[in-house]
């Protein structure tokens, strides 16, 4: 079989791809999901003062700057070997819940309800926010005042929209104030209420959506997310869980042991590497993180409206809900936890007290930071020197966890819906729709810094490209 290996014009700033090859018989031969990595990150902080890192790692990503921030900057108190101020910890997990709203309203509906809510298969020029807007305006509404919700408790509580300067090692830039606080307050009743009626109608929906529960990443793998010492699901910190796919806890660690259960495959050094749990080696170590993933890892949520969704989902599922389309569904259930939790810290006395900041030079020459992004598990490790300078670092983002992951996924749904005798668009949409239902950040993975496009090539066995669409 030959293959005529089109690169998109090569671009500095990484790119993703999938490619599915057709054989002589017009079927799905086989598929890959690459993502190009922008070398020498690691070495182009190399001799940087640690504590410059929350700053510098905002910059790898522009969809998800609050993540690196957070990681990086625990990764920092690591190196200090402080115990961040209750305040601080308190003020960065609200702001991270912030993002979480922000990150997941963008994914479900900016991305994913025009083919939730028009239909995989509707006109393609119409499928889109502006189809939404026009077919269903209220929830088209909705999903631009949830996200700016998010995106306003970021700024309260961090400063800046974009880059927020306000997390920082040791802490947070400055206090909360109570006016601050009760704005944030004053506006959640009106998030919760969108949260909840975008997920009923979700659950409305679901129905029409049987082939694609059937064949979206429908699989058996293993799940890892952060949970606490009860086993519930925690977005700032906690201990990682790997949950096997059968049901049982496969092992439980902190995120400074993460190098003796998580290996990293050696794929073509300009490759996004694919992690795997260790004990079960490549691949059959193969693991989702995100929305999913966290639910099914996790015992419960630990928020009162959130563990009801969980419950409902669980009956209707599986404890263990194997199919990446319910990526979504789990989207949905974490915006209402992240806005119950984010009351629940801005209720906190504790959140006002104006010590935020714990000041220390270096006390540990490495250091490793676990957050969940929005889409998964970010670790952050970095050695660095006596004065402080950076020696080494590592980054294991989101969309690199689930990279294996991805790629079966696609591989599912291309053989399931691409039949090459009878190409339609709806099908290769189906190949796309996979990828967002994971929600990956194509920016983070290439360090890139800004959105990625995800190209979609059918290549036929002679090698022709038959077709080829380009997404985010
Ligand atoms: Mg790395
Ligand atoms: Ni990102």
């Not at 070398?39 to 890192?53: A, I, L, Q």
């Not at 702001?95 to 709203?101: D, K, L």
């Not at 990293?264 to 300009?270: K, L």
Request: proline share 5%.
């Amino acid at each position: 079989m030959r293959k005529i290996t089109i690169e998109p014009v090569t671009r500095i700033e990484g790119h993703a791809k999938i490619t599915i090859h057709l054989g002589e018989d017009g079927k799905v031969d086989r598929t890959q999901f690459h993502v190009t990595q922008v070398r020498g990150f690691e070495k182009f902080v190399e001799g940087r003062p640690f504590y410059e890192m929350p700053a510098i790692t905002a910059r790898i990503c522009g969809i998800c700057p609050v993540s690196h921030m957070l990681a990086s900057a625990k990764a920092c108190d690591a190196i200090m070997a402080v115990r961040i101020p209750r305040a601080a910890a308190l003020l960065r997990e609200a702001i991270h819940c912030g993002q979480f709203v922000q990150s997941h309203a963008l994914s479900f509906f900016h991305l994913s309800a025009p083919d939730l809510l028009l239909g995989m298969d509707s006109e393609i020029t119409r499928r889109n926010v502006l189809g939404l807007a026009e077919k269903h305006p209220d929830l088209a509404r909705d999903g631009i005042a949830l996200r700016k919700f998010g995106q306003r408790v970021i700024e309260r509580l961090a400063g800046e929209r974009i880059h927020p300067p306000g997390i920082v090692p040791g802490g947070v830039a400055a206090p909360l104030s109570a006016p601050g606080r009760d704005a944030i307050l004053k506006e959640l009743p009106e998030a919760m209420a969108i949260a909840r009626r975008t997920l009923d109608l979700f659950k409305t929906i679901l129905d029409g959506f049987a082939s694609e529960i059937a064949n979206f990443g429908c699989m058996p793998t293993m799940y890892a997310g952060l949970v606490d010492p009860a086993g519930a699901l925690r977005l700032y910190d906690g201990r990682i869980r790997f949950r096997a796919a059968t049901g049982e806890v496969a092992a439980e660690f902190e995120a400074e042991d993460y190098a003796q259960w998580i290996g990293e495959s050696a794929m073509p050094a300009s490759y996004l590497k694919s992690p795997y749990f260790k004990p079960l080696g490549y691949p059959q170590g193969t693991y989702r993180v995100g929305p999913l993933a966290r639910l099914n890892t996790a015992e419960r949520c630990g928020t009162p409206a959130a563990d009801a969704e969980l419950a409902e989902f669980r009956a209707r599922f599986g404890r263990v809900v194997e199919s990446s389309f319910h990526y979504h569904y789990a989207r949905l259930i974490e915006i209402v936890y992240a806005l119950e939790r984010l009351e629940a810290l801005l209720n906190s006395p504790a959140i006002l007290e104006e010590h935020v900041r714990a000041r220390a030079a270096v006390n540990a020459l490495e250091g490793v930071g676990v957050a969940e992004a929005p889409r998964g598990i970010l670790i952050h490790h970095y050695k660095v020197d006596e004065q402080g300078a950076m020696k080494w670092a590592n980054l294991i983002v989101a969309t690199g966890h689930n990279n294996l992951a991805i790629n079966r996924s696609v591989e599912q749904v291309s053989r399931y819906y691409v039949d090459g005798n009878h190409l339609q668009e709806g099908m290769l949409n189906r190949v796309s729709a996979v990828v967002r239902a994971y929600d990956p950040c194509l920016s983070c993975s290439t360090h890139a810094g800004g959105l990625v496009p995800l190209r979609i090539q059918l290549v036929s066995a002679e090698g022709v490209v038959l077709d080829e669409i380009a997404s985010r």
